[in-house]
């Protein structure tokens, strides 16, 4: 007879890798968590990369940990959700992660991704975080799922690396696509990681953050 869960005395693990049994409201058809409205509050005086040391004399609780690097360097608020929380316990606002969302991916595998992200901000929520969406798109074709879940006329944030620089067609996809979320979503409030296009803030009132990498090259400048 084939062994199923049912009959189990005890689960590994990985028993529940996909979360199946947390699962959260939805109100959309692929079942995408929709995360629950954030009381609009003064935005974090800062952005830092997640896990990232921070001096001691900054108080975590202006600032806030983002999730702008390569995935691997976060897949454990993932893999491991209440692991992954003894490191962001001392902040009280998160932002979700940023699962990439490549345009030559399968758009099953972008959907994933957008999954993955609400699921990690509406469990964060569970857990009494603030939690503000992170958005993302690749082309027009994510667009049916890219901004699910997400509330409409509240805070949300992207990332504009590199966008100023890359090749323009990228420009012109990441250009699109922000006009299409402040169409779908009316956001109060875009904040942003790096310098956004000049047309994206004729669209909304942003902030833009500085990235890790603009940082170190002031403060080179500053010890010349």
Known sequence: MTRTSERWQSKPGNFDSLHAGQLFTTGNGYGIPDLLPAAIAPPP?????????????VSLGEGCPHFFLDDYRFETVWTRPYKALSALR??????????????????TLQLWNVYRNRWCGRFWQSQGFRVIPTVSWSTAASYDFCFLGVPRRGVVAVSAVGVRQQDPVARQ??????????ARLEPVLVLSYGRLPPTCSELVETIC???RWAGIRAARKGRR
């Not at 001392?90 to 758009?107: A, C, G, H, Q």
């Open 209 to 211: 953050y500085p990235t």
């Open 45 to 57: 005086a800062w952005l830092a990369p997640y896990r990232q040391r921070i001096r001691a004399e």
């Open 90 to 107: 001392p902040y009280t606002t998160l932002l979700s992660p940023d699962f990439s969302l490549y345009r030559e991916w399968p758009l």
């Open 173 to 182: 996809l990441f250009v699109d696509g922000f006009r299409e979320m402040v």
